[in-house]
T-cell receptor, first 114, second 112 residues
Framework: AQSVSQHNHHVILSEAASLELGCNYS??????LFWYVQYPGQHLQLLLK??????LVKGIKGFEAEFIKSKFSFNLRKPSVQWSDTAEYFC????????????FGTGTRLTIIP | DAMVIQNPRYQVTQFGKPVTLSCSQT?????MYWYQQKSSQAPKLLFH???????NEADTPDNFQSRRPNTSFCFLDIRSPGLGDAAMYLC???????????FGPGTRLTVT
């Protein structure tokens, strides 16, 4: 079965700092990768997704992620964070066409200090 | 706006007293999911419906049941809640792009 690891449990940054959140998955076959964000008191929202093609994907709110197949990684980046980026970030993966199961990582809590 | 709605947002129940959580969607998606999310943990899939086909995760306790009377509605029934069932319960849907899921705001369940 597939699994997802997010090694950073809590990240604290100042506004305008650059962000990189790590995500590694374990599965030897084709994967679909996602980053979801959960702002305080709100529901999970899709930030970006990778299905195939260009391994560098751009999402909403200036976020991007790079799929590196050899490293089984899908790290999330943002060049300059804002206070409004304070949230919980979840990496997730699905495997195989037609498999609807989304496996989440444990999440990274991001706190931005004004 | 098309969306996923969960009621109630907060539910308090007593130990052993059956409780039902509801989810409705206006997206007309054919797949609906129920997740359990405990504090500081990842959402954990309990089961999902592909249209009327029910798919239970192997490690979902028998205490948890689900009903989907039509495309728009899905219910989570907890027959005898224990203290360990206190959590946020998330409903999600997906349509043509099976892997992209749309989440509701969740119902926070407290068991006293």
């Amino acid at each position: 079965a597939q699994s997802v690891s997010q090694h950073n449990h809590h990240v604290i940054l100042s506004e305008a700092a650059s962000l990189e959140l790590g995500c590694n998955y374990s599965y030897g076959g084709t994967v679909n990768l996602f980053w979801y964000v959960q702002y305080p008191g709100q529901h999970l929202q899709l930030l970006l997704k990778y299905f195939s093609g260009d391994p560098l994907v751009k999402g909403i709110k200036g976020f991007e992620a790079e799929f590196i197949k050899s490293k089984f990684s899908f790290n999330l980046r943002k060049p300059s964070v804002q206070w409004s980026d304070t949230a919980e970030y979840f990496c997730a993966v699905t495997v195989n066409f037609g498999n609807e199961k989304l496996t989440f990582g444990t999440g990274t809590r991001l706190t931005i200090i004004p | 706006d098309a969306m996923v709605i969960q009621n109630p947002r907060y539910q308090v129940t007593q130990f052993g007293k059956p409780v039902t959580l509801s989810c409705s969607q206006t997206l007309n998606h054919n797949v609906m999911y129920w997740y359990q999310q405990k504090s500081s943990q990842a959402p954990k899939l309990l089961f999902h419906y592909y249209d009327k086909d029910f798919n239970n995760e192997a490690d979902t306790p028998d205490n948890f049941q689900s009903r989907r009377p039509n495309t728009s509605f899905c219910f989570l029934d907890i027959r005898s809640p224990g203290l360990g069932d206190a959590a946020m319960y998330l409903c999600a849907t997906s349509g043509d792009s099976l892997w992209e899921q749309y989440f509701g705001p969740g119902t926070r369940l407290t068991v006293t």
